[in-house]
C-alpha cells in the first residue's frame, strides 16, 4: 500500500481577516479596531435580512372571493416561500429570509404575495425594494422594527392590502441568522429537512450514578418449600439489567450486603424495577416478589457519609385465567439502601480526553477558571460523501462538544469548500480538558429519516487540550480531516478554526493542578475498572439515545463518533502505537544509558575526567546533590523553552501507526463483535494472537524469574548460595560500619568508572552469582 505524502497530514496556520477587517498575528494577537459584534473569531458574512410578519385586507382572488395567501421573496434566481393559509385575508407568518451577499446577481429584491390554487399560484400582489436603500444593522443594535408597505400590483398601482415587513443588511451575529430560511439551502424542500440543516445547541442529560446496596430480604415463600431456595435479585433500570448473586444462606431470610450500579438520567423517567428470584431450575427463575421504586424519591448523598437504609414491601403477582393480578395474602420485604451518587463524575468520555470533570451534584462546583471560544470558520478540499442526481456532492455540517453543551453548525447544502463562520462559546472549569470537533455529511435531506434511512457519514474530527493552549491568544489554523477505512487513512479535507483560552484567574488556574483529576469520591470509594467500563457504556448510550430524541435530532452514530464509543476494542495497530509509545518514553533512559555507558569506557577521555570530578565534589559535598539535580533541571527547562510547541497538537498518524498499517489488521479493527470473518480468517487472525501472546508470555516468565531470583537469595532454597549471601553481608555491615561513608561512594564511583585497561570482557562476580540463583521455572509444567 502506497504511503500518502507526510505533508498532507500536516497542520497549517493561518492569517484570515477575523471579525471583519481584523488579522490574527504571527503571536495569535488580533489586529485592528474591535467592532461591536461578539463575532470576532470569525469572518464576517454579510446577508440580507427579509423578515415577513403579517398582512391585513388582502383581496379575495377566486371566483368565491376567498383567498389562499402564501408569500414569495424572490431575488434574482433565488426564491423562498412561507407557508400558506387557507381562506385567510389577515394572515400572520413571522419567517425571516436570509440571502447571502456574496451570491446576490440583482438589484431588486421582490417581496409578492400569491394566491396558493392546485394547478397554477396567482399573483395578488408586492412590494419592491432597491437594495441600495437597505438599511445596515450590526448587533447589539436593536432588532430593526417592522413596518406596513402598501402592496402594488405589476404595473405599480395600488391595490388593496398591507404587508408587514423588515429588511435589513446584517450578518451571521444576528439572532434571526439560526432560525432563517438561506439562500444557501433553497433546494431543500420540507420542514423535517430545513430544521436538520440549522445551526443548533444541545445539553447533554445530566447523568447521576445510581448506587443500590442490596441487603437482605425477609419472609420469603417459595412455591416448592420442600428444597431449599437459591435466590437472588434482579434489578432493571431502562436498558440496564444486573443481578447479585445466588444467597448463601439457604433460607426464607437471605442475606447478599451487594451493591448494584446504575447511570441514570434526569428527567427520571422510567423506576427502578427489582424482583427477587428463585433458582428453580438451570434457566428457570421463579419471581417470589417484585417492586417498582420512582426515582424521584430516592435520596442524594453527595460525600462519603452513609444513607439510611429502608425496608420495600414486595408484591407477588399471581396468573388468573391468562392475567396478572396482584396477591396481597402476605407481604414480603426486602432491606435496601437506595441513592444517587452526587459525588461521582459520570464518565460518558474517556478520561485521557474528558471534556468535563466536574461531580454530578451542583452543589460541588467550583467557580470556572476561563472561558474557551471556537470559531468554525470553514474547510476546503472536502471528499464526495454521496452521488445525488448523478454527480457527487457533501453536505457538510460540524459539531462540536465540550462539557455538557453540543453545538451544531448550519448544513452547508451542496460545497467542498463550505464556510460556515459561526462561533461559540463555553465556561472552563479544569484546563485539562479537551474539545472535540466532528464534521460530517447530511444524508436526511431527502427522506433519510424513514426507518432504514442513511446515516450521517463522518468526514473526520479534531481534538484540542486546553492546557497546550495559551491563554488570551488567538489560535488559527487548519486542521487535517483524518478518517481510518479499512483500506487505510485518508485525508477527507481540511478544517479552519480559530480557538481561544481566555482565564478569568490564574491563580486559580495554576491551583487546578494541584487539585485531584476527578471528584474525590473516585478515590475515597473508587469504582473498578470493569464498573467503570459497563458504567461508560451504559452513559454513551443514554447520551445518544436522549440526543437523538431532540428536534432536530443529534443522531446516534454522532454521538458514539463524538464520545470515542468503541476505543476499547482490540486493534492490533493501536497495540504496535501504544507499544511504541512506551519506547519513546524509555528512549530517553536508554540515551542516558548508552552515554554513561561511553563515559565508563572513556570514549571522550575529557568528559570522563570531568564527570570524575564532578562525582568527587558530590560525595565530598553531599548536601550539594540534590539541589544539582533541580538546578540542572530549570536549567533545561530554560533552554527548552525556545523550541517550546507553538501550534496546538492534531491527529498524528505516524503516532497512531495508520500510515502503514497491514491491510489485514485494518480489516480486524473494523470487524464487527463479535466477528462476521469467514473461519479462515478468523483461524489466522487467532494464530497471530497467540504468537504475540506467547511472546508477551515469555517476557512476563522472564521478569518473573528475575524476582523470584532475588527471593531465593535469602529463601535457603540454594542452601551455598544464600550461605555465601549471609555471609557476604555480615562481612560487607562490618565494612561498612567501620568505614566512612564517603570512602565507600569514592570507591564504588571509581571502580565503576575505571579505565577500559582495568575492565574484563566476561561478566563480573556478582552477575555471575545472581543468575546461577534457583527460581521456579523448573516446577512449572
Known amino acids: 500500500m502506497q504511503r500518502p505524502p507526510q505533508e498532507d497530514f500536516s497542520l497549517k496556520e493561518t492569517k484570515p481577516h477575523l471579525g471583519g477587517g481584523k488579522v490574527a498575528g504571527r503571536w495569535g494577537l488580533v489586529t485592528g479596531d474591535k467592532l461591536t459584534s461578539t463575532y470576532d473569531l470569525v469572518e464576517q458574512m454579510q446577508y440580507l ?32 416561500t412561507t407557508h400558506h393559509f387557507e381562506k385567510k385575508s389577515n394572515p400572520e407568518w413571522s419567517q425571516v429570509f436570509a440571502f447571502s ?89 420540507g420542514a423535517d429537512a430545513l430544521a436538520s440543516i440549522r445551526s443548533k445547541v444541545y445539553l447533554s442529560p445530566k447523568l447521576w450514578y445510581l448506587r443500590v446496596n442490596v441487603i437482605e430480604a425477609q419472609d420469603l415463600i417459595p412455591s416448592d418449600r420442600s428444597r431449599f431456595p437459591e435466590v437472588h435479585v434482579k434489578a432493571i433500570l431502562g436498558n440496564q439489567a444486573l443481578r447479585t448473586r445466588v444467597s448463601m444462606s439457604k433460607t426464607s431470610n437471605p442475606m447478599w450486603n451487594e451493591d448494584l450500579m446504575f447511570v441514570a438520567a434526569e428527567p427520571f423517567e422510567e423506576p427502578l424495577i427489582l424482583s427477587v428470584e428463585d433458582r428453580v431450575a438451570p434457566n428457570k427463575d421463579e419471581v417470589l416478589g417484585r417492586c417498582a421504586i420512582p426515582l424521584q424519591y430516592i435520596d442524594r448523598r453527595l460525600d462519603h457519609k452513609p444513607i439510611n437504609s429502608k425496608w420495600y414491601n414486595l408484591e407477588k403477582h399471581i396468573i388468573v385465567e391468562g392475567e396478572k393480578k396482584k396477591e396481597i395474602k402476605f407481604a414480603s420485604r426486602i432491606h435496601m439502601r437506595l441513592y444517587l451518587e452526587g459525588g461521582y463524575h459520570v464518565l460518558d468520555e474517556s478520561t485521557h480526553y474528558s471534556s468535563d470533570l466536574r461531580p454530578t451534584a451542583k452543589q460541588l462546583w467550583k467557580s470556572s477558571i476561563g472561558v474557551l471560544e471556537l470559531g ?58 479537551v474539545i472535540t470537533i466532528g464534521v460530517f455529511d447530511n444524508c436526511h435531506l431527502h427522506g433519510g429519516d424513514k426507518p432504514g434511512g442513511a446515516r450521517d457519514s463522518r468526514i473526520g474530527k479534531v481534538r ?85 430524541r431532540a428536534e ?40 542516558i544509558g548508552k552515554w554513561f555507558d561511553q563515559i565508563c569506557n572513556w570514549k571522550n577521555p575529557i568528559t570522563t575526567v570531568l564527570i570524575h570530578i564532578l562525582f568527587l565534589i558530590l560525595v565530598l559535598y553531599p548536601e550539594l546533590i540534590l539541589p544539582t539535580i533541580f538546578l540542572y533541571l530549570f536549567l ?6 525556545r523550541w517550546r510547541p507553538r501550534h496546538p497538537p492534531h491527529m498524528d498518524t505516524r503516532l497512531s501507526c495508520a500510515d502503514n498499517a497491514h491491510p489485514d489488521e485494518l480489516d480486524e479493527e473494523f470487524d464487527t463483535f ?108
Open 674 to 781: 463479535p466477528t462476521s470473518r469467514p473461519p479462515d480468517i478468523v483461524r489466522m487472525r487467532y494464530d497471530r494472537l497467540r504468537s504475540i501472546a506467547g511472546r508477551i508470555q515469555t517476557v512476563v516468565g522472564d521478569m518473573a524469574t528475575q524476582g523470584e531470583r532475588l527471593q531465593s537469595l535469602l529463601s535457603w532454597r540454594d542452601p551455598r548460595a544464600t550461605a555465601l549471601f549471609v555471609i557476604f553481608c555480615l562481612i560487607a555491615a562490618i565494612a561498612l560500619y567501620v568505614t566512612p561513608f564517603q570512602v565507600v561512594a569514592l570507591v564504588t564511583g571509581f571502580y565503576v568508572l575505571r579505565h577500559p585497561r582495568f575492565r574484563h570482557k566476561l561478566p563480573s562476580a556478582p552477575l555471575n552469582f545472581f543468575r546461577r540463583l534457583p527460581a521456579r521455572t523448573d516446577c512449572m509444567l
Open 101 to 189: 451577499k456574496d451570491r446576490i446577481q440583482a438589484s431588486i429584491l421582490e417581496v409578492n404575495v400569491k394566491d396558493k390554487d392546485v394547478v397554477k399560484d396567482d399573483f395578488v400582489s408586492r412590494v419592491m425594494f432597491d437594495l441600495n436603500e437597505i438599511p445596515k444593522r450590526v448587533p447589539p443594535d436593536s432588532p430593526l422594527a417592522p413596518q406596513w408597505y402598501r402592496l402594488v400590483d405589476r404595473n405599480g398601482n395600488k391595490v388593496r392590502g398591507e404587508l408587514m415587513l423588515a429588511v435589513w443588511m446584517g450578518t451571521q451575529a444576528d439572532e434571526a441568522f439560526p432560525e432563517s430560511w438561506h439562500s444557501d439551502s433553497a433546494t431543500v424542500n
Open 552 to 591: 432536530p435530532p443529534l443522531r446516534k452514530e454522532i454521538a458514539e463518533y463524538m464520545l470515542d464509543v468503541g476505543s476499547h476494542m482490540w486493534s492490533m495497530r493501536r497495540s504496535k502505537a501504544n507499544v511504541f509509545r512506551i519506547m519513546g518514553i524509555f528512549g530517553g533512559l536508554i540515551a
Open 464 to 548: 484540542i487540550r486546553l492546557s497546550t493552549l495559551e491563554t488570551d491568544r488567538v489560535y488559527t489554523h487548519s486542521y487535517p480531516l483524518l478518517v481510518l477505512h479499512p483500506t487505510g487513512v485518508k485525508k477527507m479535507g481540511e478544517i479552519h478554526l480559530a480557538v481561544r483560552f481566555t482565564c478569568s484567574s490564574l491563580m486559580n488556574m495554576m491551583h487546578m493542578y494541584s487539585q485531584p483529576l476527578l471528584p474525590k469520591m473516585h478515590y475515597i470509594y473508587p469504582l473498578t475498572v470493569t464498573q467503570l467500563d459497563s458504567l461508560r457504556h451504559q452513559a454513551t448510550q443514554i447520551v445518544s439515545m436522549r440526543l437523538g
Open 49 to 80: 435580512y427579509v423578515r415577513v410578519v403579517k398582512a391585513k385586507e388582502l383581496p379575495g382572488k377566486d371566483l368565491t372571493g376567498s383567498l389562499d395567501p402564501y408569500v414569495e421573496v424572490r431575488l434574482g434566481n433565488y426564491r423562498g
Open 376 to 433: 468554525i470558520l470553514n474547510a476546503t478540499g472536502l471528499s464526495p460523501m454521496k452521488t445525488k442526481d448523478g454527480r457527487a456532492t457533501t453536505d457538510a455540517y460540524c459539531v462540536a462538544k465540550y462539557g455538557q453543551k453540543w453545538v451544531r453548525t448550519r448544513t452547508i447544502i451542496d460545497s467542498f469548500a463550505p464556510k460556515w463562520n459561526e462561533q461559540y462559546t463555553w465556561e472552563v472549569f479544569d484546563p485539562c480538558t
Open 636 to 641: 533545561i527547562g530554560v533552554w527548552y523553552y
